[in-house]
């Protein structure tokens, strides 16, 4: 908790080191200011006594302790006031800060993490506000700083009466902290454990509001049943916070009326001083605000102690996710050297081994192959084969368990990451169909040449994207799609064209299609991959399909399965030896016919 503690100051310090400093100063003045009131209140009532005693006395003195009331209390306001904008801002600042940082960590985050639900259910738990959140812990620091000042200087009002009002008004604090801060640690945990609830509550209740979902959850029925999925989530998670929070309650009730117990006995004492001791009316009546006011604040103090306890457990939470590593990632490439600037012996992969993490099956086992460069390879196999693995083993965005993946004789290992991204181009089959204009959805392959409107003319020609431009309103400025704006709906094919217009603007010198024409008839796939290849003819090109008849065109094929690479060859020459191409090429042959 130290630690968290340190981690979070440092990073407070580093994004709002001024307002900080001012939200001290005004901290340290908002807890003078009621004890300077007590005693301008103990003087007034004094200076009425004594005037209500003697008539014909001057009540200037009066007006003066009455003017500074007022500007205590004027003061008081200004400074809450701009205690409150400073946090406002300083809110805003370290929420942008912290969602930065954790956009961050995502981003660079390796992606079998996306493969982890511990990583997602970490991720769910400090994505909820984290600037108000962090700020939360310091900003009732500063709380209990005021209500300290300002205890202290009732305490020592209180000691100068007697003793044993001192200690009355702070015992009730100590139970109400004890109390406040086990079901602080009830409530912290209780939100942990119900994150994955949270996230499968969450996901349902997207899938009804998403545009994309909507027309299948009506065609199938499922809105009554998802719905009935969200609601029994909720309630679930009510009922448990409900639980811990009627418990709370009642102790709380139990803490007021210990609360009142103890100033019966400090107005006891007060009665008993009366008859002892002579005291003013003025003092009698600042004893029972100081009594009354310390006790008020004691408990505010037990329960800001608390929440700072719980909300520290958030911001260690916080921080283990910014220095969340898996032990895997130590398998990351983290190389620094270049890519070779042109491929001239090509890409070798020496028994190359993959497994998931936290699995002991391997999805890829002793892959051995070569590719020469500018050679086209079709990868093929049933779905799970281990395909899609393969290129993302080869794009370094899986860690190999064993084995290499050379560039010429660079070791992917000892490639800057960077530069390979750099040097591919890849085109998945679930690409993304960014909400954004055409010209982003093009200009993303490589975002350094984004308003190279010359180069983007001209992948949008070869690949027939230009056409789609001509019958839009406002030409490549569209908007694609209705969820930012009024856009565009586009076709499966048109936004397959535009994928492939993205992929060949990153100019890279691998191309890989990783199955990105799935969702399109067999036919349209065989035009789609014969555009590929005419805009392709010089670079090394890696498809994968499970369809036999777009590996046709390929230089050689590669027949995969269960993990492992089973056959090797042209068409010609896999359809000779009558094995596992061959039976899945003339299975699927009705498809042309």
Known sequence: MTKAFGHLIRFVWTYGKGLLFLTSTLTVLLGVMPVIMLWLSKETINEVARL??????????????????????????????????LNGKLTN??????????????????????????????????NDSPGHRLLSPLRQAFEIGRIFITISGYLVFLLTVHWSLVLLSLLAAIPMFLVQ????????????????LVRDMEYTRSLLKDRHSAKEIRLFGLGSYLLNRW????????????????????AEIGMDGLTALFYSGAAMIMIWLIQTTPIQIGQFVAIGQAVQGTQGLTN????????VFEEMLYANDFFRFLDYKHPESENQAKGTEPFPAALKKGITLENVTFSYVDTTTSVLQNIQLH?????????VGENGSGKSTLVKCLMGLYPLAKGDIRFDDVSIRQLAPDQLHKNMTVIFQD?????????????????TRLEDTDAMNEVAATTGVAEIAQNLREGYATFLGRFLQEGEDLSGGQWQKIALARALFRQGTIIILDEPTAALDPLMELEVYKLVRDLTESKTTIFISHRMAAAR???????????????SGTHGELMASNGTYARMYESQAQWYA
């Open 181 to 196: 801060m086990k079901f602080g640690k009830r409530n912290f945990w209780l939100k942990f454990g119900l994150t994955p």
């Open 431 to 447: 690409f993304l169909k960014y909400a954004y204009t055409l010209r982003d959805n093009i200009g993303f392959g490589d975002i």
């Open 231 to 250: 609601s029994e989530a909720f309630s679930h998670q009510f009922t448990e916070i409900l639980k811990i929070l009627r418990k709370q309650q009642r």
């Open 300 to 307: 505010q103090l037990s329960t800001l102690l608390a929440k």
């Open 52 to 85: 209500i005693q003697h008539p014909a006395m001057d009540y200037s003195t009066i007006l003066l302790l009455l003017l500074l009331q007022f500007m205590v209390t004027m003061l008081t306001s200004i400074f809450m006031n701009t205690q409150e904008y």
């Open 371 to 379: 590719i020469k460069p500018g050679e086209k390879i079709a990868i």
């Open 93 to 126: 600042v370290l929420e942008h800060a912290a969602q930065s940082s954790v956009l961050q960590k995502v981003i660079s985050a390796p992606l079998f993490y996306f493969d982890l639900p511990e990583f997602y259910n970490h991720l769910e738990r400090v």
């Open 553 to 567: 065109m390929a230089d050689r094929i590669i027949v995969m399965e269960n993990g492992r690479i089973a056959e």
